[in-house]
């Protein structure tokens, strides 16, 4: 197990006027470099939580810590994509980085500010648009922007809402293998929402499952045992590809509402489907099953 | 006007044509229809010291005679002379009852510009700190609703009793008409700018005051502009009232003079030139608001 960058200890968020908590005992932790991300229903709190994660947002029990420091309100050190890009529409897409350059890097001139910004933009190809309004852009070019937009302050981490949620396949798909590109090339550590099960695959390191809420936990985590340098037209040819992705969504059509309600255990099991090649496409009752203290 | 044009067409351009001339039309026959040389013999048989009598009663008898309708009307023929009149003269000042229109014009258009210029510096930033506080918003929500709906000119005697000048008080009445909207509007475009900006903000941690001027006000400014246009077109409206009420100076006044001298032409002519000029400065605060609006 690496060193822990990112901890999070039993968090719960009750909102005002509810009977039960929308999640509670929420534990995991993130390690530096690593690229998590979280799967659920609707209405689990994943993205409460990860507002929380980012400071926008208070639990109302548990704590967040990132290297050992409790996260207490927004930071410049953990960038977010919103799930709705957020572009401010009356400013170019220059406009929009640089805004956000100047606030990592208020002492930077004017000239600094552009390249860097150039940087960025040509990062996830969108050099020839950028002069171009939000309004003029497609949503899979937005969305771009946005996330130029949260690498452009280096932060130590990056937080993405479920990013891809409104764009087409195809698009999603070159996106996707444009963030892989750039997170490879970072070493980004990065927490990400998303419905998709093979984004997930395609993407993370390691899965964390929430069962259904009310009371919602981070039920399992489960290890992406496939090696990193993976790739959409090769990802469903590897061997371990069909168990991890059946068990996700055995997980996700079977088992995440029986764990509603803080059924499920406070401390996540970690598995690892697929691991040692093996045939059975349902993990959950193979003994690669391991608990994790 | 032609903007205005541009927009809708040569065919529209022409209607609008068409429609001027059967106004003129139906202006031209009713006035020269009704001129009747009826009076012609009374000028000969009356004594000079009658005829006085008669020209201070507003009675000229010489002017009877003429081609003049009997209802007193201009006909177009006399209002494209008085028009000619004030165009080639503008600016002339021949005393407090005999200005020019453009002169007249001048001292409207200050006291708007004062009045409004005031209301702004006042309305847009307490509008800001309302938006930014729901709290506020509503401790002064039902002032607000009872002020707003006040007719701008009821206020009137108080400015005069207080500030005892008229032309101030003039413009505090442009000010106090000018208040509401900007400042309602701007609390409500500050109040409803979209979440996910002010989060992109605090993401980033930027300051309170680059969060004010870079995010709020960019996002809120097609808002604000709505209302100070609205202002300004109320502000306009009002001062003709406002200047005949207080006198001495300005266009409203210029009005109500010429009434007071039984010269309709110019104060048809008077009229006119209010419209276009609330026309202009609306113009003005369309282009203006073209300018800050985004598309999203």
Redesign the interface.
């Known amino acids: 197990m690496p060193t822990e960058f990112l901890k999070v200890q039993g968090l719960g968020k009750t909102y005002p006027g509810a009977a039960e908590p929308v999640f509670d005992g929420v534990n995991f932790d993130i390690a530096e470099g690593e690229f998590v991300c979280i799967i659920g229903h609707s209405g689990c709190g994943k993205t409460t939580i990860l507002n929380v994660l980012?400071?926008?947002e208070t639990a109302s029990e548990g704590h967040v810590f990132m290297d050992r420091r409790e996260v207490a309100g927004?930071?410049?050190d953990?960038?977010?994509v919103?799930q709705?890009h957020?572009l401010?529409?009356?400013?170019t897409v220059r406009g929009n980085i640089a805004?956000?350059v100047r606030?990592?890097w208020p002492g930077w001139s004017r000239a600094q500010v552009d390249a860097h910004v150039q940087k960025y933009v040509a990062l996830v190809g969108l050099a020839a648009a950028i002069d171009k309004?939000?309004?003029q852009l497609s949503g899979g070019m937005k969305q771009r922007v946005g996330i130029a937009r949260a690498f452009a302050?280096q932060p130590r981490m990056l937080l993405l809402d479920e990013p891809f949620g409104a764009l087409d396949a195809l698009t999603r798909g070159t996106i996707q293998d444009e963030l892989l590109r750039i997170c490879a090339e970072t070493r980004q550590t990065v927490f990400m929402i998303t419905h998709d099960v093979d984004e997930a695959i395609l993407l993370a390191d390691r899965i964390l499952l929430m069962s259904n809420g009310p009371q919602a936990r981070v039920a399992e985590i489960v290890k992406n045992t496939m090696p990193r340098e993976r790739t959409r037209a090769t990802l469903h040819h590897q061997p371990a590809y069909y168990p991890l992705r059946n068990h996700l969504v055995d997980f996700l059509v079977a088992r995440s509402e029986g764990l509603s309600h803080g059924r499920a255990p406070a401390t996540p099991v970690e598995v690892s489907p697929g691991a040692a090649a093996d045939p059975e496409p349902r993990p959950t009752q193979t003994p690669s099953l391991r608990r994790i203290a | 006007m032609k903007t205005w044009m541009r927009g809708d067409g040569p065919r529209a351009a022409l209607l609008s044509l068409l429609l001027l001339a059967l106004l003129l039309g139906v202006w031209h026959l009713a006035t020269v229809g009704t001129a009747a040389p009826a009076a012609a013999p009374a000028a000969t048989n009356l004594t000079p010291e009658q005829i006085e009598y008669l020209k201070l009663m507003g009675k000229d008898p010489a002017a009877e005679a003429g081609p003049v309708a009997r209802s007193g009307f201009p006909t177009l023929a006399q209002m494209g002379q008085v028009m000619w009149q004030h165009l080639q003269s503008p600016f002339y000042d021949n005393g407090p009852n005999d200005k020019g229109l453009g002169l007249q014009l001048l001292h409207s258009l200050s006291r708007v510009a004062l009045g409004y210029l005031l209301a702004a510096a006042v309305a847009i930033p307490l509008g800001f700190v309302i938006g930014m506080s729901p709290l506020l918003y509503r401790a002064l929500d039902p002032f607000i609703q009872v002020l707003k709906p006040i007719s701008p000119l009821a206020w009137m005697p108080l400015a005069l009793y207080t500030i005892k000048d008229s032309s101030v008080s003039g413009i505090f009445v442009i000010f106090i008409c000018s208040l509401w909207p900007m400042l309602i509007n701007t609390a409500f475009g500050v109040a409803s700018v979209?979440r996910?900006?002010l989060?992109?903000a605090?993401?980033?941690?930027?300051s309170p005051l680059?969060r004010a001027f870079?995010?709020i006000l960019?996002?809120a400014?097609p808002t604000i502009l709505t209302g100070m246009r609205i202002s300004m077109g109320i502000a306009w409206l009002v001062i003709v009232a406002a200047e005949m009420l207080v006198g001495g100076t300005g266009i409203g006044y210029f009005v109500w003079n010429e009434w007071n001298n039984l010269s309709l032409p110019n104060v048809i002519v008077a009229i006119l030139v209010i419209g276009v000029v609330g026309m202009a400065l609306d113009l003005m605060f369309a282009r203006l608001q073209k300018a800050?609006t985004?598309?999203?």
């Open positions: 980012a400071g926008l927004p930071s410049l953990r960038g977010v919103f709705g957020a401010m529409p009356w400013l805004f956000a606030s990592k309004k939000p309004s302050i | 979209r996910d900006w989060n992109v605090r993401t980033l941690e930027v680059r870079e995010v960019p996002a400014a800050v985004y598309a999203d």
